[in-house]
């Protein structure tokens, strides 16, 4: 079957393009589109893209007929879209995990219905799975105990899959984590100065003085965490992009458009550096560490002590700051909860970069 033109808004997608698609992938097989809903959806927080819930009904029961499709696009803004690519994120490389990946791990993620993408347009589209009622987490808010440790378990198990595997070399499509390293420290260098023209007033000046710094050091530091061992990392684990249900299964991890390949606590730093409150940070950082720790052991990893994995701790604190400041810069933070997200995010920073003496580090 020919593959059905990309839409560019959900507005674009008829009856007719939706069963199409559903049928390439062999979502449906006998049955047809007759109608369509679109409206917005409040699965995650994406400042990178647009979001689409879509009712769906049909001519004829199927089983496996979805009757809810979360459908997304790429942003309308081109600044955000060449923020995206310039960033190590990709809109084509979450296509490709939910292509080429997330089918055959244990890790929990939406079913792909149908996705396309065009390189040359930069038109993409990612039919998925709707979790809901499943509970999305909060970046904002304060997650419970039960909620960090799921998170914790779920990918850890999943960087455990992947780790030192034979099966990287052939995920040539997953960039290694200190890519273009000294490119994206010079990039890093032109954030600042937007980045701080609108967040420097909520950091204190010893703050603004290791984001300067980090502008001659970022590079070195992810190349550290491009050694091996290595493994599959999300990049963007954090509470916005899990979906809770009461499976007991862990939850659903969405967004993947930030994988790549390097030391797996960059992704653990992300979570609980930016997800917890630096109060209860403090007060279970090393146990949720040595948590962490363990369940690689438990899966099988070997030959990376506990005390390694405190120091890549520390370095991923630092080199996380490429997201932050470069997001920071360039997305639109205007709306409530957008600058209640960053302001939460650069205070939960500024203070783990203090606990743990990154400066030290540059």
């Known amino acids: 079957m020919t593959a059905p033109s990309i839409p560019h808004t959900s507005e674009d997608i008829t009856a007719d393009w939706l069963t199409d698609a ?31 819930r879509l009712a769906v009904t049909y ?54 219905y149908y996705s396309a993408c065009d390189p040359e347009s ?28 799921s998170a914790i378990r779920a990918i850890a ?36 100065g937007p980045f701080l023209s609108t967040w420097g007033k909520y950091l204190r000046p010893s703050t603004i003085d290791l984001i300067n710094r980090l502008g001659d050091s970022l590079a070195r530091i992810r190349l550290q965490l491009s050694r091996p061992p290595r493994t599959i990392l999300h990049g963007d684990y954090r509470l916005d992009n899990l979906a809770f249900d009461e499976s007991g299964r862990g939850p659903a991890v969405i967004d993947w458009q930030a994988p790549s390949i390097g030391r797996s606590v960059a992704d653990m730093a992300y979570f609980i550096v ?30 990376y002590d506990f005390e390694s994995c405190m120091e890549d701790y520390r370095l991923s604190i630092a080199a996380n700051m490429l997201r932050t400041v470069r997001v920071g810069g ?33």
């Open 22 to 52: 559903l049928r390439s992938s062999g979502v449906i097989t006998t049955s047809s589109v007759t109608s369509i809903d679109a409206g917005d959806t409040s699965a995650g927080h994406g400042f990178t893209g647009r979001i689409a």
């Open 59 to 112: 001519d004829a029961h199927e089983k496996y007929a979805p009757a809810s499709i979360i459908a997304k696009f790429p942003s309308y803004d081109p600044t955000i879209r060449a923020a995206v690519t310039d960033s190590a994120m990709s809109y084509e490389r979450e296509i490709r995990c939910y292509e080429n990946l997330l089918g055959n791990v244990a890790l929990s993620t939406p079913r792909r």
């Open 122 to 149: 930069g038109e993409c589209i990612l039919l998925l799975q709707d979790l809901a009622p499943a509970r999305f987490g909060d970046n904002v808010g304060n997650p419970s105990r039960e909620d960090i440790e």
């Open 157 to 192: 198990g999943f960087h455990a899959e992947f780790w030192e595997s034979p099966r990287l070399v052939d995920m040539d499509w997953l960039p290694e984590y200190a890519q273009d390293a000294d490119a994206r420290q010079r990039a890093f260098r032109q954030a600042i």
């Open 274 to 303: 930016y997800c917890i409150d630096p109060n209860e940070r403090r007060a279970l950082e090393s146990e949720l560490l040595k948590l962490y720790h363990s369940v690689l052991v438990e899966y099988g990893v070997g030959a």
């Open 330 to 362: 360039t997305f639109d933070y205007s709306g409530d909860r957008a600058q209640a997200l960053l302001r939460t995010i650069l205070h939960r920073v500024e203070t783990a970069l203090s606990d743990h003496r990154v400066a030290e580090l540059i």
